[in-house]
């Protein structure tokens, strides 16, 4: 992978989704993968996996919800109001998780501007499911402050964070693995370096994972996948 500007070290980013890897659930995750900076789920994975690994490796884990695994989504809305008695945030990093929500987000970690829109293509009314129209309304929402970045900060943002794929680009014919068109739009609009992206089961060693969409390499991040930025 390109690792940016001359004389600057490479930020190492683990990169995970969709299934609890062994190599990363286990006792050695701090040996092998300790000199991360970084971590980034993209869905469909347990809060306590994103929990054990913040643990084991000491590093920001920012993080997008799927389709499946959505026990603890709740604990992070906008809209939710406090219970009685609950120790963890609202909205943002939850202490008993150590990641940090960034779904209909643009936030900074580790001098990276990452955008995060989770969920899948709605096929059957499930939670976190959204039409083409919905999630283009949820681009729009966060285009103000892509338009900031830019005025200010020289670039939109680097990176895009989602479940489901683009549409044609490592997604699939049924309606539940169907990529959206407007994260196309996205990328051509806005030019991130990488959209990352998981959802997509990767059971044979012939399928890509990796991309190239204009300015973007889109990255299918199935299981683990260790990129340098």
């Not at 890897?21 to 993968?33: K, N, Q």
């Not at 306590?48 to 709740?74: A, C, D, Q, R, T």
Request: with cysteine.
């Amino acid at each position: 992978m390109p690792s940016g500007d001359s004389g600057k070290r490479p930020i190492k980013i683990l990169c995970v989704s969709d299934h609890v890897d062994p190599l990363v659930y286990s006792p050695l995750a701090a040996e092998r993968f300790g000199d991360v900076d970084l971590v980034i789920s993209a869905g469909d994975l347990s809060m306590k996996y994103l929990g054990f690994i913040s643990s084991m490796l000491n590093k920001p884990v920012v993080f997008v919800f799927g389709n499946h695994n959505l026990e603890h989504m709740h604990l992070f809305r906008k809209t939710r109001l406090p219970q009685i008695g609950e120790t963890c945030p609202v909205f943002g990093t939850d202490d008993r998780f150590g990641a940090t929500f960034a779904s209909d987000r643009v936030i900074r970690v580790n001098g990276l501007i990452i955008v995060g829109l989770g969920g899948s293509m709605r096929y059957n009314a499930g939670e976190n499911q959204y039409t083409e129209f919905q999630m283009m309304m949820r681009i729009l929402r966060l285009s103000p402050r892509l338009v900031f970045n830019r005025l200010f900060r020289g670039r939109y943002l680097d990176i895009l964070l989602t479940h489901a794929a683009p549409r044609g680009i490592h997604d699939r014919t049924d309606r539940c693995h169907l990529g959206f068109k407007s994260f196309r739009w996205f990328m051509r609009v806005f030019r991130p370096r990488y959209l990352l992206h998981g959802h997509i089961h990767l059971y044979d060693q012939r399928e890509p994972r990796l991309t190239r969409y204009f300015a973007t390499d889109v990255i299918n991040v199935y299981d683990h996948y260790l990129l340098e930025y």
